[in-house]
Each structure stands twice: as structure tokens, then as C-alpha cells.
């Protein structure tokens, strides 16, 4: 092989190799930004339908990933009538996970796997540590490009899971400057997008250094037709988070 055609060679293979280093660390300092485990916060989420109706809640959750094995724990405060219900939801990192359900009208738990369509009954809509708090190692990357969002540059990045692939593809859009995820785009395992959110009004948090927090989040449901609008209306770290706080203690009556 002649001189000249080694190089050509080695830079055709070099092109998408330097692409995967660039998405990976573009995704890395996005995400490193972000506090997504081991948290507590309270949210305000308006649901709207596509007729205009709407309804709002609120709601405490912690956040915790303790030996490998995530938990979120959901409890409603708002409206009144459903105060009180709590969801608790374990995924463990080589298990189906579980999905616990507590309702005090009647005092019971329910129990199910926590598997993809049970998990949609039971999301907001409202996490961004879908991606971002998994091991990176299970998530391949691509650059695709640049893109402009409501006038600021973004990194396009196409984001999956090698271990779910059937969840489909995840682009999302990085500001340039900042490396801030201003948006982020789900699809199906066939290219139809599924949803959309996108992040503004970003704070620091406190007592952490280099941590930022989006306190406000859109996410549109492209399958049903509807929209959540989320508050986020205080964010505390909570590294001191143990298994019990995520324990649900059913009323006896």
C-alpha cells in the first residue's frame, strides 16, 4: 500500500472514531453539570391536554443510586384528593426492576415489573437523568451536527442505549457555550418521534459547586397529544440517603 493511500485510509477510519470521542465528551460535560442522583425536590406540574384543558399537581421526590441499584420516590401533595400516593420505583442494574404503588384511601400497596409500559403509566414526563445518571459505558454516541434552538447554538447529539435498543434513538441538543441540554427529542424503534422537552431558566445549586438545575421543563407527549409543564420549586442534595427512606409503610386499619 503506497504512502499516500495509507493516509487516506487512516483518516477515512479516524473521521467517525474523533466524531465518537467529540459526542461522548460534549454528552459528558453536559451531563456532569447535572445533579441526578441522590437528591431531594418538590415540582409543580400543570398537565394539558390537547382541548386546552388542565389540571395541575405537586409533588416531593427523592432520587437515590446506592450499590448500582436506582430508586425514586414520588409522593403527591396537590390536589387534595390524592394527597398522600406514593410511587416508588426500583431498577436494579441486571433485573427487571419494580414499580410500588401506595394509595391511603384504602391502605394497600400494589406491586408490578417495573417493564416499559407500566413505567409510561407512572412517568411525568419530567426526568432528564434518563440517560444522563446511567453508566456510559451501556450508551453509544454520535455527533451529528450543529443546530440552532431559540437562538443559541447547540451540539446535536444522538444518544442510545446499546442495552435497549428497543426504546429507540434519543437526540439531544447541547448549547455550545455553556454545554447546557436545552432539549431533548425521544423516538421509537422505527424513527417517529415519540416526545419532547425541552430546559430553560437553569440555577446554580447551592451547596454544590459546578451543579446547575433547569427549574423549568416543557414536555410534550407527541403520542397522546399533550403537554406537561414542570416547576421545579426547590432542589436539595441528600447524599445522606439510605434503602429505608425509600420504604412505603402501608396504614392499618
Same mark, same amino acid.
Given at each position: 500500500?503506497?504512502?499516500?493511500?495509507?493516509?487516506?485510509?487512516?483518516?477515512?477510519?479516524?473521521?467517525?472514531?474523533?466524531?465518537?470521542?467529540?459526542?461522548?465528551?460534549?454528552?459528558?460535560?453536559?451531563?456532569?453539570?447535572?445533579?441526578?442522583?441522590?437528591?431531594?425536590?418538590?415540582?409543580?406540574?400543570?398537565?394539558?391536554?390537547?382541548?386546552?384543558?388542565?389540571?395541575?399537581?405537586? !409533588?416531593? /421526590?427523592?432520587?437515590?443510586?446506592?450499590?448500582?441499584?436506582?430508586?425514586?420516590?414520588?409522593?403527591?401533595?396537590?390536589?387534595?384528593?390524592?394527597?398522600?400516593?406514593?410511587?416508588?420505583?426500583?431498577?436494579?442494574?441486571?433485573?427487571?426492576?419494580?414499580?410500588?404503588?401506595?394509595?391511603?384511601?384504602?391502605?394497600?400497596?400494589?406491586?408490578?415489573?417495573?417493564?416499559? %409500559?407500566?413505567?409510561?403509566?407512572?412517568?411525568?414526563? /419530567?426526568?432528564?437523568?434518563?440517560?444522563?445518571?446511567?453508566?456510559?459505558?451501556?450508551?453509544?454516541?454520535?455527533?451529528?451536527?450543529?443546530?440552532?434552538?431559540?437562538?443559541?447554538?447547540?451540539?446535536?447529539?444522538?444518544?442510545?442505549?446499546?442495552?435497549?435498543?428497543?426504546?429507540?434513538?434519543?437526540? !439531544?441538543?447541547?448549547?455550545?457555550?455553556? !454545554?447546557?441540554?436545552?432539549?431533548?427529542?425521544?423516538?421509537?424503534?422505527?424513527?417517529?418521534?415519540?416526545?419532547?422537552?425541552? !430546559?430553560?431558566?437553569?440555577?446554580?445549586?447551592?451547596?454544590?459547586?459546578?451543579?446547575?438545575?433547569?427549574?423549568?421543563?416543557?414536555?410534550?407527549?407527541?403520542? %397522546?397529544?399533550?403537554?406537561?409543564?414542570?416547576? /421545579?420549586?426547590?432542589?436539595?442534595?441528600?447524599?445522606?440517603?439510605?434503602?429505608?427512606?425509600?420504604?412505603?409503610?402501608?396504614?392499618?386499619?
Amino acid at each position: 500500500m503506497s504512502k499516500l493511500k495509507l493516509v487516506v485510509w487512516i483518516f477515512a477510519i479516524a473521521i467517525p472514531v474523533m466524531g465518537q470521542d467529540n459526542a461522548a465528551e460534549i454528552f459528558g460535560k453536559a451531563a456532569d453539570q447535572l445533579l441526578t442522583e441522590n437528591l431531594e425536590l418538590s415540582l409543580e406540574i400543570k398537565e394539558i391536554t390537547s382541548n386546552g384543558k388542565s389540571k395541575e399537581k405537586q !409533588y416531593d /421526590v427523592l432520587i437515590s443510586k446506592l450499590d448500582g441499584v436506582e430508586r425514586t420516590k414520588t409522593v403527591v401533595q396537590q390536589p387534595a384528593k390524592l394527597k398522600g400516593i406514593t410511587i416508588v420505583i426500583t431498577d436494579y442494574p441486571e433485573d427487571t426492576g419494580l414499580i410500588e404503588i401506595f394509595t391511603p384511601a384504602n391502605g394497600k400497596i400494589r406491586k408490578m415489573q417495573a417493564t416499559a %409500559k407500566n413505567m409510561e403509566l407512572v412517568n411525568s414526563g /419530567v426526568s432528564i437523568s434518563n440517560y444522563t445518571s446511567k453508566d456510559r459505558s451501556q450508551l453509544s454516541f454520535a455527533l451529528k451536527g450543529t443546530e440552532e434552538f431559540e437562538g443559541k447554538s447547540c451540539f446535536k447529539l444522538e444518544v442510545n442505549d446499546v442495552l435497549d435498543l428497543e426504546n429507540g434513538k434519543t437526540e !439531544y441538543l447541547v448549547e455550545k457555550n455553556t !454545554y447546557r441540554i436545552l432539549k431533548i427529542t425521544a423516538f421509537d424503534q422505527d424513527g417517529t418521534e415519540k416526545s419532547i422537552t425541552t !430546559y430553560s431558566d437553569f440555577r446554580a445549586i447551592n451547596q454544590l459547586k459546578g451543579k446547575i438545575q433547569p427549574m423549568f421543563m416543557v414536555n410534550k407527549d407527541l403520542k %397522546k397529544d399533550k403537554h406537561n409543564e414542570i416547576k /421545579v420549586l426547590k432542589i436539595k442534595a441528600r447524599p445522606d440517603l439510605k434503602e429505608e427512606n425509600f420504604s412505603i409503610e402501608p396504614v392499618i386499619n
